[in-house]
């Protein structure tokens, strides 16, 4: 006996988040192909950047 509810979650996002975040990852994805094209000419040191792409995508 008793009363029973139940809650169904989704792991869907709003499309206004969707959207930003493609926004954002076309504008990372220009900037590392000029950043490649700029390195090319250049020398430099190896950098580990990998948790900074991530942090700008999801925050």
């Given at each position: 006996?008793?009363y029973?509810r139940?809650v169904k979650?989704?792991?869907?996002?709003?499309?206004t988040?969707?959207?930003?975040?493609?926004e954002?990852?076309?504008k990372?994805?220009?900037?590392?192909?000029?950043a490649?094209?700029?390195?090319n000419?250049?020398?430099?040191?190896?950098?580990?950047?990998?948790?900074?792409?991530?942090?700008?995508?999801?925050?």
């Open positions: 006996m008793g029973w139940t979650f989704s792991g869907a996002m709003p499309a988040r969707i959207k930003e975040l493609l954002r990852i076309e990372l994805s220009q900037a590392v192909k000029f490649r094209e700029e390195a000419n250049t020398e430099a040191e190896q950098q580990h950047i990998s948790a900074r792409m991530f942090q700008y995508l999801l925050g």
